[in-house]
């Protein structure tokens, strides 16, 4: 008994403060922990609802009619903010695998102090065993003097205190070692879930990638397609201006060589009149596919028609607004099947996109007469009339002069 080292005042509270700070410092090291995954969390959701934000413009715009250069610039701005998803998620596993190694080593600290700290316990419970359960009322009865009592009683005392530290620091650690574990099969788990989110993250960004490329790609050959199309429409129009521009010019020239000839016929009035407007009955019935004027496609090009699109049934007969004389029975390109008809005075009706003819050049032929058949010139558009009205050779918007519909 007299050979143990008696603690001093000094060592017993510097163990009892280093016991009390210890527990501090783990329980502020897990809740900083869960206040980073707390965070990344918010930067993830945050970043998915932009994306799905985005998805939704998507959507909309594959349901509307607008431009491919539009969903090429939404496609890149997903491509974009996916690829910031990742980043996040990498700091995220990065942050999450230096606390796995944080948590390890805490873990490796505290298990080898629990080690040493239960050894030492083990050996003052064996101790007190042997020593039996009246030693200390033998040691204290067993001074010699009071002086000695007391001194006794002061180191028995201390020794009491010591034991209930130590009996108390292998419970904290016992406990902590179950948290620290706890916690690693959480970041464990967080960064497998991650690492999944990444994969996942990674694979959206090339199907994004791809898909982005095939836009482009469609978006070019639209464009040219369009371009072809608008340049085979100028020529043509130009083409059907020549037709009906002769054929003006014709009967300019006739009409001035007429006092010059004996018993010359005047010019004919045209068999569309001005109390005409509004009244003419409908080539066809059906509904507009396009109006007359300036179009703006949806690749960002324009397109200006002569007249209008009348969407019908393929087959569906197609009559002459007015009578007159058949000018022209020709195909025109992009118009298709087309026959025009003069009307007199200078005036023209023109009738596109046909699949049938019934009349030949030259032929005389009545109001509402059959002239041919809907066919579908531009499969874009499906089966259509292509109308036009000409008076004294530019063209008119056709709704004017047709009735309205019942």
Do not use: C
Not at 213 to 240: C, P
């Amino acid at each position: 008994m007299h050979g143990r080292p008696t603690p001093t005042w000094r060592s017993v509270a510097l163990a009892v403060v280093v016991m009390l700070l210890a527990l501090p410092a783990a329980v502020q090291a897990q809740t900083a922990t869960d206040a980073r995954l707390r965070q990344q969390r918010a930067d993830l959701d945050r970043l998915r609802n932009e994306r799905g934000a985005l998805e939704k413009r998507m959507s909309d715009l594959r349901g509307s009619v607008t431009t491919l250069a539009e969903e090429v610039r939404v496609i890149d701005r997903q491509a974009v903010a996916t690829a910031r998803l990742v980043k996040a998620l990498d700091d995220q596993l990065q942050m999450i695998t230096t606390d796995v190694d944080s948590a390890t080593r805490h873990v490796e600290r505290s298990e080898h102090e629990l080690v040493v700290k239960r050894a030492t316990l083990r050996r003052r419970v064996r101790d007190i065993y042997k020593r039996g359960p009246t030693y200390h009322v033998q040691a204290l009865l067993s001074a010699q003097s009071f002086g000695e009592l007391i001194a006794r009683y002061k180191y028995l005392h201390e020794l009491a205190r010591h034991d209930r530290a130590l009996v108390q620091r292998v419970e904290k650690l016992r406990n902590d070692v179950a948290s620290q574990r706890d916690l690693l099969v959480r970041l464990q788990l967080q960064i497998e879930t991650s690492r999944l989110d990444k994969q996942a993250e990674e694979e959206r960004l090339r199907s994004l990638e791809q898909q982005q490329k095939a836009s482009l790609a469609d978006a070019r050959r639209a464009t040219a397609r369009t371009e072809t199309r608008l340049e085979q429409l100028r020529r043509d129009e130009a083409r059907m201006s020549r037709v009906i521009g002769d054929a003006i010019e014709a009967d300019r020239r006739r009409v001035a060589a007429a006092p010059a000839t004996r018993g010359a016929a005047p010019r004919a009035p045209s068999s569309i009149r001005t109390s005409d407007l509004g009244r003419l009955d409908w080539p066809v019935e059906g509904t507009f596919v396009y109006d007359f004027g300036r179009e703006r496609k949806a690749n960002n090009t324009a397109v200006r028609w002569n007249g209008v699109g009348i969407a019908a049934a393929q087959g569906t007969p197609v009559r002459a607004v007015a009578g007159g004389t058949v000018l022209e029975v020709a195909r025109f390109g992009t118009y298709g099947q087309t026959v025009i008809v003069e009307h007199g005075g200078g005036d023209y009706s023109v009738y596109g996109s046909l699949a049938s003819t019934s009349v030949t050049k030259g032929s005389s032929i009545a109001k509402g007469q059959a002239i041919g058949t809907v066919g579908m010139s531009d499969p874009d558009m499906g089966p259509h009339l292509h109308f036009e009205i000409r008076k004294g050779g530019p063209a008119v918007d056709p709704k004017q002069w047709l009735r309205a519909q019942r």
